[in-house]
């Protein structure tokens, strides 16, 4: 009886450390393989954009999709959306995006909103993004140290 | 001066005190017969390797005394003898039953005087014969006993609640990224609905640019709903993040407002 007691003891210890491999191995690779969402309003002096942006991250490369509308100052209103594909990486909290394809519409780049960052219109371009993980369901991505968007993760 | 008998060199008989001792433990562990078993032991040690018919036991033990017995308080005697001796630790027969002739003691006898055979402390500690049982288990224990104070199922047990702990940790820390940022961010006050937390420490300060950012873009919050002010002096823009709750709970929503200035274009 005791020594099955002692190999059932063992046989969990097993089971215990092979579980303890496959979490670290799940939770890096959750950090690579998400998508999330989340809403942005961009005010500029010229205008204001509102924003709905999803991302999608699978390993190394990843997806992105927005629809929004543009209000310039004089209240005309422009839809906008954009899709693009890029390659991406950690670097610590860091999260660097290289585009691939854009497909930004308007199709004139800067024209409805001047300060976009040229990943959003032009191939490979890059953007670094910081990553923050502020509760169980979110990362806040921020841009030069301000917290930009919140995206809520969806997957 | 007692005389005494020692039994297989581990037995210690004494016949004036009708006595059986384990020669080790003595003067502890003794076994007292009655005095016919004794004095048939006695007479059976006397004539050791040699066979003792019942008409001679009857007639030393009992009938010297007057007394006559059956054959089953003979038996009975004898019985009490064996008895004793396993009783003290022998484990070999000693006394073997002849059919139809007595019995007959087959052990390895030495007559003495009883201090002759009373070991002292340091003989104590080394047997004189060969293992038997018992010491062997004495020997044994000394082994066991430091291991006792963490059994292998003990240390198992341990070991697994150490593992158990090391997951969870290892999980919160895997998922761990930076410090969440606005866990440092201050109180500034309550604009209409609007909880204000801000990047900046003086509330009058966040609670005027708060405004005037609100009128640039209408931020409307619900009762519950908390504004994230990041106010950045240095670095691109300024920033609201309006959420339904507490952002660091699970299942937050929130919508974000960056604000931009022409002179801050890159």
Redesign the interface.
């Known amino acids: 009886m ?1 020594s099955k ?2 190999r059932f ?2 046989n ?2 097993i089971v ?2 092979v ?2 491999v496959a ?2 191995g799940y ?2 690779w959750q950090k690579n393989h998400f998508s999330c969402e ?8 010229r205008g ?1 954009e509102d924003l709905i942006m999803h991302f999608h991250f699978s390993g190394d490369t990843g997806s992105y999709e927005s629809k929004g509308k543009y209000t310039t100052r004089s209240g005309n209103e422009i839809s906008t959306s954009n899709k693009i594909d890029f390659n991406f990486w950690r670097e610590g ?1 860091s999260l660097m995006m290289i585009s691939n394809e854009t497909n930004a519409i308007p199709k004139t780049a800067g024209s409805v909103y ?2 976009t ?1 040229d990943f959003f219109y032009s191939r490979e371009r890059g953007i670094r993004w ?11 991505f ?9 995206c ?1 993760i969806t997957r | 001066m007692k005389t005494a008998f020692l039994i297989n060199d581990t037995i210690l008989f004494v016949p004036e005190q009708y006595s059986l001792y384990r020669r080790e433990n003595y003067p502890a562990g003794r076994i007292t017969l009655h005095a016919p078993a004794s004095d048939c032991l006695l007479l059976l040690i006397q004539h050791a390797q040699q066979p003792v018919s019942q008409k001679m036991l009857f007639e030393q033990v009992w009938q010297k005394r007057g007394t006559v017995v059956s054959t089953n308080t003979l038996y009975q005697s004898i019985a009490s003898v064996r008895k004793g001796l396993k009783a003290t630790g022998l484990a070999e027969e000693a006394i073997l039953t002849l059919p139809k002739q007595g019995f007959k003691c087959v052990a390895q006898i030495t007559p003495g005087e009883l201090q002759d055979f009373i070991l002292t402390s340091s003989e104590n500690a080394e047997p004189l014969t060969e293992p038997t049982h018992r010491p062997a288990k004495a020997l044994r224990r000394p082994v066991i006993k430091p291991l006792r104070g963490l059994r ?2 003990s240390r ?2 341990l ?2 609640a150490i ?2 702990v ?2 969870v940790g ?2 919160h820390w ?9 866990a440092e961010y201050a109180y500034a006050g309550k604009v209409e609905n609007c909880q204000v937390w801000s990047s900046w420490s003086g509330t009058q300060y966040s609670i005027a640019v708060f405004d005037k ?1 609100r009128q ?2 209408p931020i409307s919050c619900t009762a519950e709903s908390v504004a ?1 002010l ?1 106010i ?1 002096r240095l ?5 609201i ?1 309006l ?1 339904d709750k507490d ?16 002179g ?3």
């Open positions: 005791r007691n002692v003891l063992l969990l210890l215990l450390v579980i303890s979490l670290a939770v890096n989340a809403q942005i309003t961009l005010v500029t002096d204001t909290d001047p300060y960052p910081t990553l923050t993980r502020e509760n169980a369901t979110g990362y806040l921020s841009y030069d140290d301000t917290p930009t968007f919140y809520s | 292998p199922r198992l047990s070991l697994l593992v158990l090391l997951i290892e999980y895997l998922r761990a990224s930076p410090s969440p940022l606005y950012l640039r873009s994230y990041t950045n670095q691109q823009g300024t920033s993040l959420c952002i660091a709970q699970r299942g937050t929503q929130c919508r974000s407002w960056f604000y931009r200035e022409e801050n274009e890159k």
